[in-house]
Every structure is written in C-alpha cells, then in structure tokens.
C-alpha cells in the first residue's frame, strides 16, 4: 500500500532563517506531488505541484520554492523566512489518471518568530 | 467554473444522532468530487469519492455520500455520530488542469460531537 511521510511535525523557525521540509512517498511510482499551506482558520492553498523529476510549477509567487530531485521525493525550501510563512504545510500525491483523489501526510506546523 | 460551497461552517450533534453535511457544486461538465476529514493537527484523510459511477457512494467510517445532478449537490452523512468523528470535513471537486488534477476545496464544515 501508499504511505506518504513528511517530516518535521513542528518546527519553530526565526524570520530570516533557511527552511527545509521533506516528504517522501512509498508503494507507487511517478505519482503527481503537492505542496498545500493552511493558514490558521483558513482552506489550503496550493503552492507547488510537480508531474515528474525536476518538473516543478508555482500556482502562486511566494518566498518559496520547490524541488523534486528523485520520483518520490519532494523538498519544500525558503533562503530566508518572513512571519507571514508561518502556517501548516501538506504535502501530497496523486495518480497521474484523470480524477484521481490526493493523498496528505500528516503536515507540519511552522511558526516564525 | 469549478466551485465548492459548504453550506454550514460549523454543525453540532449529540453522539448517536444522524450527522448531515451540505455540500453543492458547480461545474461545466460531470465532476469528480470527494469528501475528506481533518483531525486537529493531521492531514487530510479521503472519506469517499464519487467518479460517476453510483450516485450513492459509501465511504470509510460508516460515512456516505449522494450525488444528486439535478439539485448540483454532494451531502455527506452518517446515520450515528460517535465523538470521534469531531472534525473538519472539506467537499472537493476536482479538475484537469495543466496536466494535473487540481482540487477545489470547500471552505470546511467544523463538526462538533457531544455526548
């Protein structure tokens, strides 16, 4: 079966530091990958998706970036951290077919001071 | 245009009675919609999806689903609640777009559950 890991849980960040978030997928091969951000009280927004290695598309301009340097491996980065990047960040795969449902890690809770 | 409207932002039940949650959708041609769960602090969880298959789809955790085409809605529910399925509970439509399968979430439906 399909598991997807994200790794830290929580993670505590001053405004100007590096930022990496790891996920992983395991049991299924070329799947689509998604970074989503929850704001406190708010729906997800999607960040960053990718279909393939070293594919990568922004759904909206941020302080962000992404890479996906293997097939089942997708980092989300910052060179420098703003308040405003505090949130909940899920990452997620899908098959590659038409109406394939996503499938969320269980995210991790950013804090900026 | 695709679009989700969650009818109630926050719905209260005793455990034991029959939970609704209302979803309606819009969309220019016959969706795929999904329901999904989030506990406090986790992902989301996939409940069921409807694909146009049944109109009644049957998901995890005694939840189910009906699409209904000409009413454009997707009402999850549950005959008993148990305190357990306190969450939040997101309708999705799903869409094709630029190669990928792009999820339009519904604002959320906060259930509460006492005892």
């Known amino acids: 079966s399909q598991t997807i890991h994200q790794w830290p849980a929580t993670l505590v960040q001053p405004v100007g530091s590096p930022l990496s978030l790891e996920c992983t997928v395991e049991?299924?091969?070329?799947?689509?990958l998604y970074w989503y951000r929850q704001a406190a009280g708010r729906g997800l927004q999607l960040l960053f998706y990718?279909?393939?290695?070293?594919?990568i598309s922004s759904e909206v301009p941020q302080n962000l970036s992404a890479s996906r340097p293997q097939d089942r491996q997708f980092i989300l980065s910052s060179k420098k951290l703003l308040l405003s990047d505090s949130g909940f960040y899920l990452c997620a795969w899908g098959g590659q077919g038409p109406n394939q449902p996503q499938h969320f890690g269980d995210g991790t809770r950013l804090s900026i001071l | 245009a695709q679009s989700v409207t969650q009818l109630d932002s926050h719905v209260s039940v005793s455990e034991g009675t029959p939970v609704l949650l209302r979803c309606n959708y819009s969309s220019s041609y016959s969706p795929s919609l999904f329901w999904y769960v989030q506990h406090p602090n986790k992902g989301l969880q996939l409940l069921l999806k409807y694909t146009s298959a049944a109109t009644l789809v049957k998901g995890i955790n005694g939840f189910e689903a009906e699409f209904k085409k000409s009413e454009t809605s997707f009402h999850l529910t549950k005959p008993s609640a148990h305190m357990s399925d306190a969450a939040e509970y997101f309708c999705?439509?799903?869409?094709?777009?630029?190669?990928?399968?792009?999820?339009?979430f519904g604002a959320g439906t906060r259930l509460a559950v006492h005892p």
């Open positions: 049991g299924t091969s070329n799947p689509n």
């Open positions: 990718s279909v393939g290695i070293g594919q």
């Open positions: 999705v439509v799903s869409l094709i777009s630029g190669g990928y399968n792009k999820l339009i």
